[in-house]
C-alpha cells in the first residue's frame, strides 16, 4: 500500500457549495468576561500607539516619545489584566503530572492547598500593589504630564480581578471534586 496522498481535482462549483453548506456561525460572546474586554481595549490603545510610533520614526522622521512610554504602560495593563483571563481559564502554567501517580484523596487534598495557596498570594499582592501605590502613585510620567498611578491602579486591578477568580476558581474546584491539575482531559475535552 501507497502511502502518497490521492488528491482528486474540485471544481469551482463544488468549491462554492461548500459555503452555502456551512450556514453562518453562531458567534457567542458570552464566553468573554468582564477582563476579556478591559484587556481588549487597553490592547488596541497600545496598538494604536505603536502604529503611531512607527509611522512619525519611519514615514514623518520625527517621532513622538510618548507614543514609546505610552505603549510600554498599556502592555503592563493587558499583562496583569489579562492574567485574570488565564487565572479563570486556569491556563497559566502548572504541573499536573505528579497528580497521575498520586491516590484520589492525596491529589485532591494537594490541589486544594494549591488553591489556598494561590488565593493567598493575589490577596498577598494587592496589598503589596496597593501599599506601593501610596508611596510612589504621585509620580509623573517621563514625557507626558499625567501620574503614574493610573498604571499602578491597572495592576492593582488585574490582582484584585486574579484573586476575585482564584476565589472563583476555588470554589468551582471544591463544588466539582477535582481541579485541572488532576483531571486535565475533563477541562481540554479529551476525556471521555
Given at each position: ?39 481588549l ?10 502604529f ?11 517621532s ?11 502592555l ?23 497528580y497521575?501517580?498520586?491516590?484520589h484523596?492525596v ?62 476558581v ?23
Amino acid at each position: 500500500m501507497s502511502t502518497a496522498e490521492l488528491h482528486r481535482q474540485i471544481t469551482a462549483d463544488e468549491i462554492a457549495h461548500t459555503f452555502e453548506e456551512e450556514g453562518t456561525p453562531k458567534v457567542d460572546l458570552g464566553q468573554y468576561a468582564f477582563e476579556d474586554w478591559v484587556a481588549l481595549a487597553i490592547f488596541w490603545v497600545m496598538a494604536l500607539s505603536v502604529f503611531l510610533q512607527f509611522f512619525t520614526r519611519y514615514v514623518l522622521n520625527d517621532s513622538y516619545a510618548w507614543t514609546e512610554e505610552i505603549a510600554t504602560y498599556c502592555l503592563i495593563g493587558v499583562v496583569f489584566i489579562g492574567s485574570s483571563m488565564c487565572v479563570r481559564l486556569s491556563r497559566h502554567i502548572q504541573v499536573d503530572l505528579i497528580y497521575r501517580y498520586l491516590p484520589h484523596l492525596v491529589a485532591r487534598a494537594l490541589s486544594t492547598v494549591i488553591d489556598v495557596i494561590r488565593i493567598v498570594f493575589f490577596a498577598y499582592a494587592v496589598r503589596l500593589v496597593w501599599i506601593y501605590i501610596k508611596v510612589i502613585g504621585d509620580e509623573p510620567m517621563t514625557t507626558i504630564n499625567f501620574p503614574k498611578n493610573y498604571v499602578y491602579y491597572a495592576a492593582l486591578l488585574g490582582f484584585v480581578l486574579m484573586l476575585g477568580r482564584s476565589i472563583q476558581v476555588a470554589v468551582e474546584n471544591w463544588r466539582r471534586g477535582y481541579s485541572i491539575l488532576e483531571r486535565p482531559g475533563a477541562f481540554d475535552g479529551t476525556e471521555g
